[in-house]
Nanobody, 128 residues
Framework: QKQLVESGGGLVQPGGSLRLSCAAP????????IAWFRQAPGQEREGVAC????????YYADSVKGRFAISSDDSKNTVYLQMNALEPEDTAVYYC?????????????????????WGQGTQVTVSS
């Protein structure tokens, strides 16, 4: 059974770091793209980062480039989102999503409608 389970959210001060995990049992590395999205209250869901799991190509939203890094541990079927230099504007519920498409452009990755599987989300709050 394919499911995505996020963890690692919490409360952090501005400038701090968090690492989110997306456990993906039932998925294999070949052929999938895994992405992180976020949704703040009153705002639309937006793409943050994605990884073409087969070739390990990564893509990012401009707002997080240089601060966030997406990676995978194939032995654990887990995708991570390392978030550094966090800002209050990063406060949101973070979701991981998966699609059986090998997306290779950010303009494709950021479209939530391309994803078939979603996790339940994990809250990230950046506040002093």
């Amino acid at each position: 059974q394919k499911q995505l389970v996020e963890s690692g959210g919490g409360l952090v001060q501005p400038g701090g770091s968090l690492r989110l995990s997306c456990a993906a049992p039932g998925f294999t590395k070949n052929g999938y793209t895994i992405a992180w999205f976020r949704q703040a209250p009153g705002q639309e869901r937006e793409g943050v980062a994605c990884i073409n799991w087969s070739v390990s190509s990564t893509y990012y939203a401009d707002s997080v480039k240089g601060r966030f890094a997406i990676s995978s541990d194939d032995s654990k079927n887990t995708v991570y989102l390392q978030m550094n230099a966090l800002e209050p504007e990063d406060t949101a519920v973070y979701y991981c999503a998966a699609t059986l498409r090998m997306l290779n452009l950010w303009s494709f990755c950021e479209q939530s409608g391309r994803y078939d599987y979603w996790g339940q989300g994990t809250q990230v709050t950046v506040s002093s």
